[in-house]
């Protein structure tokens, strides 16, 4: 951010101006998100963020101005290309708002769910302030132009847009419509199925050992061998425990932070534990990766671990200031841009948004389609990898599941052979066409 500066975290989350104040357009924000007490620590530090990148784009509009009779789904459409293509979208309004802030990184279109969350949310709270006429509301501060000021009726024309009716929209649960999405490029879809995982979200297999081997300590290669084998969520794998690992059983289990007390923990320590939802505290691991972690913890342990800490999780920051407290409390984001550097060096370019959590997604895809199993097959039942990767739903495992192009040009070969062949059985047929498969890989 250019214009603004953010710090703390969470609840003690702080906007301020180029001047050293307080934003206090999103300070009401701030406290009335605080006063629903649904959302917990992490989930609220991120629609802050989320929120005060949105803020300082209607900042920057403003300083630019507006067009006479600007609607709310146009400043979402706007924001939408700002986020997406800074540096080459078409809308010129978009473009020169990120000439002001400095934006030049495109966001993941995947990462758009998440914005749109805390948009959401700030629709709804932003609706009520600028209902209660509170002075700071931040469309009276930066989008004037929608606000109609006669009272009663300020907020009819904010109201009349058929997205921001329903993104403010609280109806009754079991009346309640789905609501319509802000941003054009993410949609609800049909059947309940989750949007299939793109080829590039997943680490590739073939890569995974080179991955692990790039890491500088033993730390940092019983990390990535681990999120490997089990596939869990990388906070998941930052928040465990000495007392949750058996090194004899070579087993591991993942618990929720906050079903337990956490010692040695510092109040902010303790704020930034996180915990998405994991079904099952179980671990599977994947071989040869499982393997690799367990010699690689073992050298963590003996070499570089600090036993005088004061706290129990397993893995530490090894350097700086912060040395020896849990490496979950590290910034995210750097570990994510080492990360990319050690993909890049692998000959693997991960897109924008994609970082860490791509090796979950490789544990989901082998584990579903390539995992040998004993009876001759390949991947092992939905049922079970949800079980394998803590999935409470099923229908969240379904977009690693993969119909192989090969397999479907298998069956198109057998049908025609069929018809022009009728004396070649469907075995024969099959193998005929794996065998130039084969011959296509060996030559390639």
Known sequence: MRLFSVIGYSARTIMIDEHGNKVEAFEVVKNRLIAKKIYGEPTLASYLGHISRFIEFL??????????????????NTYEEYLIAPTTTTDDFAYRIAKITGRKRSCGIGSLSVIESALTAFFKVASNILADDEPNCIFKCYVQEVVVNDGIAETRRLRASRKFSSYISDTPAKTKRKRSRLFSRTRIRKFGDPDPLRNDQHFPFDKIEQLIDSGRTYRDRALIALLSAIGCREHEALQIRLKDIKFIEKTIHLVDPHTRHCPGLTAAEAEQLNWKGRATPETYFLEPWGDIFWAE????????????????????????????????????????????????????????????????????VYTLNYHPRSNGTMGFELATVAKMMGHSDITNTKK?????????????????????????????????????????????
Request: with cysteine; hydrophobic share 35%.
């Open 59 to 76: 900042y920057a509009a403003f300083l630019l101005g507006w067009s006479k009779g600007i609607t709310i789904d146009a400043i979402i």
């Open 297 to 364: 913890i073992s050298g963590y342990m003996k070499y570089e671990r600090i036993k005088t800490s004061g706290h129990d999780f397993l893995f530490q920051t090894l350097s700086g200031d912060n040395k020896g407290r849990p490496l979950y409390t590290s910034d995210r984001s750097s570990r994510n841009k080492t990360f990319h550097k050690h993909a890049e060096a692998c000959g693997v370019t991960l897109p924008t948004g994609t970082a860490i959590h791509s090796l979950r997604h490789s544990f989901g």
């Open 400 to 444: 690693y599941a993969k119909k192989d192009r090969e397999l479907i040009i298998a069956d198109l070969v057998y049908a025609k052979e069929r018809m022009h062949m009728g004396n070649r059985s469907q075995k024969e047929i099959l193998i005929s066409f794996h065998t130039q498969q084969l011959e296509m890989l060996n030559n390639d």
